[in-house]
């Protein structure tokens, strides 16, 4: 089947240490990008990738970063300078030529 | 940033009844407006892109309206089913942006059976 898978589904850390997000593609998408859901929010861009090795800082990319070392794959790390990372992650992908984005089913991040 | 309003941010609605609900964005720089249904615990899945004003899109019971001159997105749906509880997402998409999004918050529809 093909989709995006996100792991974990729920993932909990202590203040101050960084954690990586995954996001997997197996659509043959070029573009990937990661959003953030906090509650009464639209879903805010963090970051983007159009191609293999190039990204682009979105809305909120303050205290995050990313990797686009392969087509599938597009990992988002929570940094500890991340003020409030406590949130709902989202990846997305779009095909080339096309634009409607389809979603992972994300993960749920808690900072304790 | 470009501010992308939904309204209401819910709603309940008794089985059989017929609802609508809101999108307005930004009337410049218009490039697409996208419709998705986010069902809980699952992914959010594209219902409509529409890129011309006066496009209406169908799809089952659930249409969708846009007035690009006016900024605004009506979504239709007819004789609302409880499986149609959803939150439903618009994303304005202006030109020369490389076909990001912008996200409104939501409208929650609740449908009782």
Redesign the interface.
């Known amino acids: 089947d093909g989709g995006i898978t996100q792991s974990p589904k729920y993932l909990f850390r202590k203040e101050g240490q960084n954690v990586t997000l995954s996001c997997e593609q197996n659509l043959n998408h070029d573009a990937m990008y990661w959003y953030r859901q906090d509650p009464g929010q639209g879903l805010r861009l963090i970051y983007y990738s159009q191609i293999v090795n190039d990204f682009q800082k979105g809305d909120i990319a303050e205290g995050y970063s990313v990797s686009r070392e392969k087509k599938e794959s597009f990992p988002l790390t929570v940094t500890s300078a991340q003020k409030n990372p406590t949130a709902f992650y989202l990846c997305a992908s779009r095909s080339s030529g096309t634009d409607t984005q389809y979603f992972g089913p994300g993960t749920r991040l808690t900072v304790l | ?1 470009l501010n ?1 309003e939904q309204s209401p ?1 819910s709603l309940h609605v008794q089985e059989g009844d017929s609802t609508n609900f809101t999108c307005s964005f930004p009337s410049s720089n218009f ?2 407006l ?1 419709w ?1 249904r986010w069902e809980t ?6 219902l409509f ?1 529409m890129t011309l004003n006066g496009d209406e899109k169908k799809k089952g019971r659930i249409s969708a309206t846009l007035n690009t001159k006016e900024g605004y997105s009506y979504l239709y749906i007819k004789g609302s089913q409880p499986e149609d509880s959803a939150t439903y ?1 618009c ?1 304005f ?1 202006y030109s020369g942006s ?9 409208t929650q529809l609740t449908v009782l059976p």
Do not use: D, M, N, W
């Open positions: 940033i992308v941010q490039y697409a996208h998705y615990a699952k992914s959010p899945e594209a892109v997402l994303a998409g490389a076909r990001q999004l912008t996200f409104g918050s939501g």
